[in-house]
C-alpha cells in the first residue's frame, strides 16, 4: 500500500510541475472549449430558441463544455505516458520500486487536478453567460469533475500503454474525442434525436458526465428530464428505459467504467517491460 501511494504521489507530482511549467499547453487547453462557446453559443442562441424553461443554448452548452474541458485535458494526460516511453523516462519509472497501480493512479492524479483547475477557470464565465452559480453548487461539481477525469484518464492511460510514438498517439486520440463530444449531449439533446443516434449517444459513457454537471448547473426538474415542455421547449435530461436519471445515477455510470478502464490501464502496464 505503502508503494502505490508513493508512486501517486511522485507520478501525480511531476505532472503537474510539467503542466504548469508548459505555457503553452496551459493556453491552448482552452482554446477549443471558449471557441465552441463562443461560435457555438454565439451562432446558434437566437435561431435555437429556449432549450427549456428559463434555459437557453449559452446556458445549456456551457455545463458541456465543461465536460469537455475535463475530457480533452484527461484523455491528453496519456501523452505524457508515450513521450515518457519516447525519452527512456518511463522504463526508469517501470524498473522503480513503484506500484503500477500507483502509477496509473498518479497520472490519473495529476490529471483529475488539472481538469479542476481548469474547471473554476470557466466558472469565471458563467455569470456572464448568466448561468447561476454559487458555493453550493461549485461543492457539488468538484466530485462529479474527479469521477469524470479519472474515467476519461483511465481512457488516455490505457490508448497510450500500447502506443509508440507521440504523433500516433495524438491522432488516435483526436479521432475518439470528436465523437465523443458531439455524442455526448453537448450541443444537443440526446432525448430528442433519431432513435439510432440517441441509442449511440446513450452508449457514450461522456453522456452521463455532461447530463450529471448539467443538472447540478440547472438544478433540473421534470420538465427538463422529463418530456418536453409545452411552450416547444426540449427534454434536455437523460432517460434510459424510462427512468430519467439522477446526478447520482450519471455519476455510478462514468464511475463503474472509470473503474474498469483504470483496472485495464494497470493491467496494461503490468504487461509493460
Known amino acids: 500500500m505503502e508503494d502505490v501511494f508513493r508512486g501517486i504521489w511522485v507520478i501525480a507530482y511531476r505532472d503537474l510541475l510539467r503542466f504548469i511549467q508548459e505555457r503553452t499547453r496551459l493556453i491552448s487547453s482552452f482554446a477549443m472549449p471558449l471557441l465552441f462557446l463562443v461560435i457555438f453559443g454565439a451562432g446558434f442562441n437566437r435561431v435555437i430558441g429556449p432549450m427549456a424553461t428559463g434555459v ?13 474541458t475535463v475530457l480533452m485535458n484527461s484523455l491528453m494526460s496519456g501523452l505524457s505516458v508515450v513521450w515518457d516511453r519516447e525519452f527512456g523516462f ?99 439533446p440526446v432525448n430528442n434525436v433519431p432513435t439510432w ?25 421534470a420538465a427538463v428530464a422529463g418530456a418536453a415542455a409545452t411552450d416547444g421547449s ?22 463503474l467504467l472509470g473503474v474498469i478502464l483504470i483496472l485495464a490501464a494497470t493491467w496494461s502496464f503490468s504487461r509493460q517491460q
Open 90 to 188: 518511463l522504463k526508469e519509472v517501470l524498473v522503480a520500486p513503484l506500484s503500477r497501480s500507483g502509477i496509473v493512479l498518479g497520472k490519473a492524479t495529476g490529471s483529475a487536478v488539472v481538469s479542476i483547475g481548469q474547471g473554476f477557470v470557466l466558472f469565471i464565465l458563467a455569470p456572464i453567460l448568466g448561468v447561476t452559480l454559487s458555493p453550493m453548487i461549485v461543492l457539488k461539481l468538484i466530485p462529479a469533475l474527479i469521477v469524470i477525469s479519472f474515467c476519461m484518464s483511465g481512457l488516455g492511460i490505457l490508448i497510450a500503454s500500447r502506443m509508440k510514438s507521440q504523433q500516433g498517439f495524438q491522432m488516435l486520440v483526436q479521432i475518439i474525442i470528436m465523437p465523443l463530444i458531439f455524442l455526448s449531449g453537448v450541443f444537443f
Open 197 to 221: 443516434l440517441e441509442v449511440v449517444s446513450k452508449v457514450n459513457p461522456l453522456t452521463y458526465g455532461v447530463d450529471a454537471i448539467r443538472q447540478i448547473f440547472l438544478s433540473t426538474g
Open 234 to 255: 426540449y427534454a434536455i435530461g437523460v432517460t434510459v428505459f424510462s427512468h430519467n436519471m439522477t446526478v447520482f445515477d450519471d455519476i455510478i455510470v462514468v464511475a
Open 56 to 68: 437557453n443554448f449559452i446556458q445549456f452548452i456551457y455545463p458541456g463544455i465543461i465536460a469537455m
